[in-house]
């Protein structure tokens, strides 16, 4: 976890990428080291993404994303 809302996260094929938590999850959904969160890639910058919904562990075995590219699950650093 960074500050201002930045982490960093790993996917499974171990490359990392800074994402921005957004706003409407601040301070409503509490995001810790270690949590599997769905990742929204930024169209124009390709190093950074947006923490789009926060998985709870009976959730993180389904897979959510059904192929999509630009919707990854990640682990939060």
């Known amino acids: 976890m960074l ?3 930045w982490c ?5 094929d ?3 990428l800074l994402c921005h938590i957004r706003g409407k999850m601040h301070k409503k ?4 080291v270690g949590d599997i969160a769905l990742v929204s890639f930024r169209e124009y910058q390709d190093d950074k993404a947006d ?4 998985y709870m562990p009976d ?9 999509d590219p630009f ?3 990640f682990v939060l650093l």
Do not use: H, Q, Y
């Open 51 to 54: 923490v789009i919904l926060k």
């Open 3 to 5: 500050r201002n809302g």
């Open 14 to 16: 171990d490359s990392k």
């Open 59 to 67: 959730e993180a075995l389904l897979s959510a994303t059904d192929g």
């Open 71 to 73: 919707f990854l699950p």
């Open 8 to 12: 960093e996260a790993m996917c499974s």
């Open 29 to 32: 959904v509490w995001i810790a």
